[in-house]
């Protein structure tokens, strides 16, 4: 991790994401600029977290160690993404259980979590910033837990469908083996997916890079309305 000692840096990621409307200025004010490299660790799994953070740029990956030593992937998140919002309301000083690591530069605005314990605990739309952030969260594990029963190629579909409602039509892939693993399908599974829906004029794949071309074409693979 690297401290970057850059205000006008830190100012704009502020204005950009509008944050001085749903953080306390005394908050903001502690909050410092970090760097990573690709493949570092925010945070590690069974390790403490005490640290709060607010992802600015770049995408991280969220995933734990399953028993039988395979590393699950469970979330990618991007800007504006929170990070530790969980620990705010523990009770218990529970080990971190899920491993949060950079899959390419990224830069966080962070400060020590009982910062925004303390500031932010009784603001009313510091509380509100963290809820819409909790409930989005939820609401895709509940949309991961609902795609058990579904096929790859209907999962890829969702996934894509969902990228692009995020990002536009165009838009990187994450890691083949990190995505498949996301998924719930074999990385062999998913790239015949992919292929497929490239020779059917549904996308456009070109080494990470994907461009949506039929939406609705990629949407009747789902039970999604288009």
């Keep these: 991790m690297k401290r970057l000692f850059d205000n006008d840096k830190k100012a704009e990621a502020i204005n950009r994401f509008a944050l001085a409307q749903s953080i306390p200025h005394e908050l903001l004010a502690l909050f410092e600029l970090w760097e ?7 945070c590690r799994e069974g390790e403490k977290s005490e640290t709060f953070f607010l992802l600015v740029e770049g995408k991280l990956q969220i995933g734990y160690l399953h028993p039988n030593g395979h590393q699950v992937i ?10 530790g ?22 830069l ?13 605990s009784n603001d009313p739309a510091f509380l509100r910033f963290l809820l819409r952030y909790l409930a989005r969260k939820i609401d895709f594990s509940s949309t991961m837990l609902s795609q058990v029963s579904l096929s790859a190629e209907a999962r890829v579909a969702r996934y894509l469908i969902g990228r ?28 015949r997916t992919l292929s497929k829906m490239a020779l059917q004029n549904l996308i456009f794949v070109k080494n990470k890079r994907v461009q949506i071309i039929n939406q609705k074409g990629l949407s009747a693979l789902t039970d999604m309305p288009f």
């Design 36 to 42: 990573y490299e690709k493949g570092a660790y925010l």
């Design 74 to 83: 469970f979330a990618f998140e991007s800007p504006l993404s929170v990070i």
């Design 85 to 106: 919002e969980f620990e705010l309301f523990k009770e218990s000083d529970r080990a971190n259980n899920v491993n949060v690591k950079a899959v390419e530069p990224v």
């Design 108 to 120: 966080v605005l962070a400060t020590p979590a009982e910062n925004a314990l303390r500031l932010g």
């Design 164 to 191: 692009m409602g995020s990002e536009g039509s165009m838009f990187e892939l994450e890691r083949r083996e990190a995505l498949a693993g996301l998924l719930g399908i074999s990385m062999r599974h998913l790239n």
